[in-house]
């Protein structure tokens, strides 16, 4: 077992960061296939929907935006406890070196295995009114982004040392 080759603020950092990477990641790609099929915005819209009326994905027809921001400020929370329970894992087990395509990989199946699993326990039919592809696409852009981040802060020790120089003690 490894102990921690980061500050405190670096991993702080990199668990806020991440999570909001992985969400933003996640939106962006769900805005271009959104916008592809000619609907902007319409994912967003329908996760608040389900999340806050209790509506069916297939019930959802048109797009909400008094729906849209409580559901991207739950998003982000999420992500940023993902990010945050990543970010510990990996400075605390990925050595000094560290594995950043394991760390990737490893929120790939967490975020695949969340997605898929809300689908089938708590709203059925949301990852087909979502797309698999573009639910695989969205977590391997968020995975990617979010393993990143973690990395090059905490192997970079990125806060640390602009702190450092900032306050004249490197």
Excluded: K
């Amino acid at each position: 077992m490894e102990t921690s080759t980061a500050s405190r603020s670096d991993r702080v950092f990199a668990s806020l960061v991440s999570g909001g990477w992985g969400a933003a990641a996640v939106a962006l790609v769900f805005l271009v296939v959104d916008t592809v099929r000619g609907d902007p915005f319409y994912t967003p819209s329908l996760m608040g929907s389900v999340a806050f009326l209790g509506a069916l994905p297939a019930e959802v027809a048109e797009v909400r935006v008094d729906l849209m921001a409580p559901f991207t400020v739950i998003h982000f929370l999420l992500f940023t406890v993902v990010g945050f329970v990543a970010t510990q894992t990996y400075d605390r087990y990925a050595g000094p070196v560290g594995h950043p395509v394991a760390l990737a990989a490893g929120l790939f199946v967490a975020l695949t295995l969340g997605a898929t699993s809300a689908s089938l326990l708590v709203v059925p039919g949301l990852l087909a009114s979502l797309g698999v592809g573009a639910v695989l696409v969205a977590n391997a852009a968020a995975s990617a982004a979010m393993a990143t981040l973690i990395h090059r802060t905490l192997r970079g020790v990125v806060v640390s040392r602009v702190l450092a120089r900032a306050t004249g003690s490197a």
